[in-house]
């Protein structure tokens, strides 16, 4: 797979205004086939497939916890999605 050049850099406003919704696809897709996805495995989506310049990994506990917090605002009662962003050695 081909990286896009980076149009976004990884900045807290950039996380939060153009990694959430491409972050929530994937994490749905996760949960619908029953598996996990590591950090490293969204780092990498996101730089490659969002155009993102390099994610430092402790970043993506950002883009979870933002995505939860989303999430939480519409129904303060919906499945912890960020719990399917894993370590690599928890898989």
Same mark, same amino acid.
């Given at each position: 797979?081909?990286?896009?050049?980076?149009?976004?850099?990884?900045?807290? %406003? !950039?996380?939060?205004?153009?990694?959430?919704?491409? &972050?929530?696809?994937?994490?749905?897709?996760?949960?619908?086939?029953? /598996? =996990?996805?590591?950090?490293?495995?969204?780092?990498?989506?996101? %730089? !490659?497939?969002?155009?993102?310049?390099?994610?430092? &990994?402790?970043?993506?506990?950002?883009?979870?916890?933002?995505?939860? /917090? =989303?999430?939480?605002?519409?129904?303060?009662?919906?499945?912890?999605? !960020?719990?399917?962003?894993?370590?690599?050695?928890?898989?």
């Amino acid at each position: 797979m081909d990286k896009k050049p980076a149009q976004y850099a990884a900045t807290n %406003e !950039n996380l939060t205004e153009y990694a959430l919704k491409p &972050a929530m696809k994937w994490l749905i897709a996760t949960a619908l086939d029953g /598996s =996990k996805m590591t950090y490293g495995e969204l780092k990498k989506r996101l %730089e !490659n497939e969002a155009s993102f310049s390099t994610i430092f &990994a402790t970043r993506i506990g950002f883009v979870a916890g933002s995505l939860m /917090s =989303k999430i939480q605002e519409t129904d303060p009662h919906a499945p912890l999605i !960020n719990v399917l962003v894993v370590n690599q050695q928890d898989l």
